[in-house]
């Protein structure tokens, strides 16, 4: 059972992520009292019945989003269970009304993965946009972002994890194999030889071992990926939340003691990060707690095409989401070139923001 007060500490950013106004999901985790099942007052059912008022009101996006926070951080049980399928179903209602979005399913060796699509065509093979999130946030939390790319020239794929939401692979050291699989089965539709992850988190970790081997992978952008020192640093592993280390032991299939030694081969060796031939956008926190700063200042001393920006902020910059989306937008961009009048118009809109923030801060 999880810690109660350690979910509502971390639920915040991903429930800014996806425009839930804080006093609105203040309220709600106030009456959350227990983490037990389906209860009364326990996470599920407070999270789940907001999202049933939703969908009787016919806001079906709004209904996705309270479900995606009741299966928060990741389905451990029937009640969760439930609340993840109502998630995908609420959010299929909605993008068949919104139009553009497209469903997939891609065959591997372990199950079929979910991935949701926008702008794939055999006739206009649009450069490839990969969309994933970390270990505890699913796709249908960031796949409403597919109906903005065919204004940038992308078509889309987002999808998740492997052991998150509906990807049913086993998270493990060669889990980037997933990015080439993805590639691999959109490539009659979209233009894979130039493609581009958005992958946070430990997504961005994968996404990084996928462009050493996979060429068609032309630049990254992350937010806190773990690169090195997080998977090698014991010292560091001991002081990460009890939610972070419960989730890679579901998503991995190790006891959470074990969850340290399991993952210390996975780290990135400093002559593999001086090999990296793909630009990186590196978006970091300067409070992270989940990702030692020494990870962010190990790219800097190897990683030869850099652009690294720094929040004042925890894991995932919650407090500085849009700001963050504009510059992770505007850095793909700058990878891909051309489409002038786009990248303009978010250099502008992320000029504005900063202006706004240093302003509220001098204030202050």
Request: with cysteine; charged share 25%.
């Amino acid at each position: 059972m999880n810690d109660i007060e350690e979910l509502k500490q971390y639920v915040g950013a991903h429930a800014r992520a996806q425009s839930l106004p804080p006093d609105h999901f203040g309220e709600l985790l106030g009456r959350v009292r227990t983490d037990e099942g389906g209860a009364e007052g326990s996470w599920v059912r407070e999270w789940s019945r907001a999202g049933e008022r939703a969908e009787k009101e016919g806001d079906f996006l709004e209904a996705c989003r309270h479900f995606n926070m009741a299966r928060f951080p990741y389905v451990d049980g029937p009640a969760r269970g439930e609340a993840l399928e109502r998630c995908v179903r609420a959010f299929d209602h909605w993008r068949k009304e919104a139009g553009g979005i497209e469903r997939i399913d891609v065959d591997t060796p372990e199950g079929p993965v979910g991935c949701w699509t926008s702008g794939l065509s055999r006739g206009d093979r649009r450069p490839l946009l990969v969309f994933m999130g970390g270990i505890v946030s699913i796709k249908e939390q960031w796949a409403p972002l597919l109906t903005r790319l065919s204004r940038l020239g992308f078509a889309g794929l987002v999808t998740e994890l492997p052991g998150v939401g509906e990807n049913p692979l086993r998270y493990h050291a060669d889990s980037w194999r997933l990015l080439p699989r993805l590639l691999d089965a959109v490539k009659d539709s979209a233009d894979v030889s130039q493609t581009y992850c958005i992958t946070l988190s430990f997504s961005g970790h994968m996404a990084l071992r996928a462009s050493l081997d996979d060429p068609r992978i032309k630049g990254v952008m992350t937010v806190g990926a773990p690169v090195h020192d997080f998977f090698t640093d014991a010292s560091w592993q001991a002081g990460v939340p009890r939610i972070t280390v419960d989730t890679l032991a579901h998503l991995t299939g190790v006891p959470a003691s074990a969850v340290g030694g399991h993952i210390r081969d996975w780290a990135l060796t400093d002559r593999q990060l001086g090999d990296l031939k793909v630009p990186l956008a590196y978006a970091a926190s300067l409070r992270d707690e989940i990702i030692p700063a020494a990870d962010p200042q190990r790219l800097r001393r190897h990683v030869r095409d850099l652009r690294l920006v720094e929040y004042d902020d925890v894991h995932g910059a919650p407090h500085h989401l849009p700001e963050m989306q504009l510059w992770g937008f505007q850095s793909v961009l700058r990878m891909k070139g051309g489409h002038l009048l786009p990248r303009a118009a978010l250099g502008y809109a992320l000029f504005a923001h900063r202006a706004r923030r240093r302003f509220a801060a001098l204030r202050s």
